[in-house]
């Protein structure tokens, strides 16, 4: 049960950070030959941090599981 609620938080706070990131980016578009702001950095970074790597650490799992099941 306590598993069930922690993917389910940590399901919707991905998502929070998708929409936030695509919400700067909507208001605040990157002009050429200027750096972007350091806000919409940290938000990407924080992205790449609890989507990416969680999902490929779960696609590492998923293959030693069926290579360990055949």
């Known amino acids: 049960m306590l598993i069930k609620w922690t993917l389910l938080i940590f ?9 936030l990131s695509k919400v700067l980016t909507f208001f605040n578009p990157p002009r050429p030959g200027r750096p972007r702001p350091p806000v919409l ?3 990407d970074r924080m992205l790449r941090w609890t989507v990416l790597i ?6 590492v799992v998923l293959a030693v599981t ?4 055949a």
Do not use: D, K
């Open 11 to 19: 399901a919707v706070m991905s998502l929070g950070l998708v929409v």
């Open 41 to 43: 950095c940290r938000i």
């Open 54 to 59: 969680p999902a490929a650490v779960g696609l």
């Open 66 to 69: 069926l290579w360990l099941a």
